[in-house]
């Protein structure tokens, strides 16, 4: 289970307020157990908590995990359009004051345009929770070799066996996978922290 930063959970835990999460090997196990069923029954893992049939995809996760636009609506829905980066206001009733108001306000609480540092980072943030980060695609949206943009975080998390890189592609281990968000967060600029925690914390 994922605690993100800056939520009422993760204070809830750091005030001592609910226990914290064990990490147990019961966690893992079953995941894995879980990954490992659902190939052998067919599907194949599109990222991860979503998994599809060979010749099917998931769309929204797709979009959500790519570099495509993706439009939110709803209350505390988070999107990217461009270089924007956006979070929906959080509560029914807000949200629908927001839209129902004179004057018509976008319900939005935090937007932010990303540098052009800041979208590669976001790349292989997101790509990483698609398992895998294609390194053709990315020099041909940023210009640059991933292992020339990252060398630190590429060697360190090899080193580790949290990832393994080819010629196309680095792609999360089977350790990888149980650690995602950990391995996503050594690529995640500080201001970018700060806006996921603007956007999703209390």
């Known amino acids: 289970m994922f605690v ?3 939520t009422a959970f993760a204070k809830q835990i750091a005030a001592g307020e609910i226990p914290p999460i064990s990490g147990n090997r019961v966690e893992i196990n079953m995941y894995l157990l879980a990954i490992s069923e659902l190939e052998n029954a067919g599907y194949r893992q599109q990222n991860l908590v979503h998994f599809v049939l060979p010749e099917k995809e998931h769309l929204y996760a797709r979009m959500r995990f790519g570099s495509q636009d993706c439009l939110a609506l709803g209350t505390s829905g988070g999107g990217f359009l461009g270089a924007y980066l956006y979070g929906n206001v959080r509560g029914i009733n807000r949200y629908i004051e927001k839209i129902e108001s004179t004057n018509a306000e976008f319900p939005v609480n935090i ?4 540098t052009a540092e800041e979208l590669m980072h976001k790349y292989v943030i997101w790509g990483l929770h698609s ?5 053709n695609a990315f020099r041909e949206l940023f210009g640059v070799e991933l292992a020339d943009a990252f060398p630190e975080q590429i060697t360190s998390l090899e080193r580790r066996g949290l990832i393994e890189s080819d010629k196309s592609k680095i792609v999360l281990t089977t350790a990888g996978k149980v650690w995602c968000t950990n391995v996503a967060e050594e ?4 201001r970018y922290v700060t806006i996921f925690e603007k956007m999703f914390g209390d």
Do not use: D, I, M, N
């Open 4 to 6: 993100a930063r800056g």
């Open 187 to 190: 690529f995640c600029p500080e």
């Open 111 to 114: 937007c932010a345009k990303l």
């Open 131 to 135: 398992t895998e980060v294609g390194k």
